[in-house]
């Protein structure tokens, strides 16, 4: 049964940060490419960063240019979890924020964030 469990949304003033966190089970986490997606009301699902299963050496990370230089997404394969760090927050990154495998077969529940 697998499971990607997201955290650390919630209500912050523009100019902000946020860290979140996405904790997997039933996976081997390691082994897989990781995503960040988002999706604001009345909008369509928007891809945020991803990162690569490769060792820390070799691991590369990609944005969206709207995040780009503000978010960093990163993770701990010893501990089954996905970050994003958002820092310098603006009104228009309030949405849902999700972890998905870079496939897209599995999505967690999502964490609000929430920007105001």
């Known amino acids: 049964h697998v499971q990607l469990v997201e955290s650390g949304g919630g209500l912050v003033q523009p100019g902000e940060s946020l860290r979140l966190s996405c904790v997997a089970s039933?996976?081997?986490?390691?082994?897989?490419?990781m995503s960040w997606v988002r999706q604001a009301p009345g909008k369509e699902v928007e891809w945020v960063a991803g990162i690569t299963s490769l060792p820390s050496l070799f691991r590369a990370a990609s944005y969206a240019d709207s995040v780009k230089g503000r978010f960093t997404i990163s993770r701990d394969n010893a501990k089954d979890t996905l970050y994003l760090q958002m820092n310098s927050l603006k009104s228009e990154d309030a949405a849902m924020y999700y972890c998905?495998?870079?496939?897209?077969?599995?999505w967690g529940q999502g964490t609000q964030v929430t920007v105001s």
């Open positions: 998905a495998t870079w496939t897209g077969n599995y």
């Open positions: 039933g996976i081997t986490f390691s082994r897989h490419d």
